[in-house]
């Protein structure tokens, strides 16, 4: 599977730079993400399916705003009633050069209260993933910086955290904690803004 990871912003292509360098299947893009020819396109919304707003206010613009009730129908339908972090869901657009979005949010609501401090980026790119690769429609994907938008995660700790992600998930390195203390140094290292004690 083809992973664009797609973005306009220098920083951030910088960062991804850093940390998928000579990744296998990977390929970082300059470029406008909507006008790209895809199997599918990453929405990094919100669990209630809210696309007015950011990146996801140009792809509803790209992709047609019968897009954003589609969502919402299908995430109303879902046992929560909410599609949560570290989720995802596959949509058919009915385009032809971007005929699928995965919805994988990376926030609750739109806030950018406490995203910049969260793993939110790892939950949603292990979501993306996972979907892009049990749905054989899919071959190729693009996705953006996520939690880098409203979220103002720095570029460098959402790149890294895409990256524990993409390892996880594509390469096979699966997590094995022997005890509760490795657990919490690698959920501390995904984001070292993050906190983990109040006392």
């Known amino acids: 599977m083809r992973i664009l990871l797609t973005a306009i912003t220098p920083s951030l292509v910088e960062a991804w730079g850093i940390f998928f360098k000579n ?35 140009a792809i509803s613009e790209r992709l047609g705003w019968d897009l954003e009730k589609k969502l919402q129908a299908k ?20 385009d032809s050069k971007i005929p699928h979005l995965i919805s994988a949010p990376t926030m609750r609501i739109p806030t950018n209260f406490n995203i910049n401090t969260s793993i939110n980026a790892y939950l949603a790119m292990k979501a ?42 594509m390469l096979g390195k699966h997590l094995n904690f022997d005890n509760f203390a490795d657990a919490q140094r690698h959920h501390r290292l995904l984001n070292p ?6 006392h």
């Open 128 to 169: 993306i993933l996972i979907a892009a690769q049990n749905d054989d429609r899919i071959h190729s994907v693009a996705i953006p910086g996520l939690c880098t938008g409203v979220g103002r995660m720095d570029p460098k700790i959402a790149a890294s955290q895409m990256f524990a992600a993409y390892e996880e998930i």
């Open 75 to 94: 995430i109303k339908a879902l046992p929560t009633g909410e599609l949560l972090v570290g989720q995802a869901i596959i949509l058919e657009t009915g």
């Open 23 to 57: 990744a296998p299947g990977v390929e970082i893009l300059t470029s406008d993400i909507t006008q790209l020819t895809v199997d599918a396109l990453v929405s990094p919304a919100n669990s209630f399916g809210f696309m007015d707003g950011s990146l996801d206010y």
């Open 193 to 198: 803004l993050g906190m983990i004690w109040t």
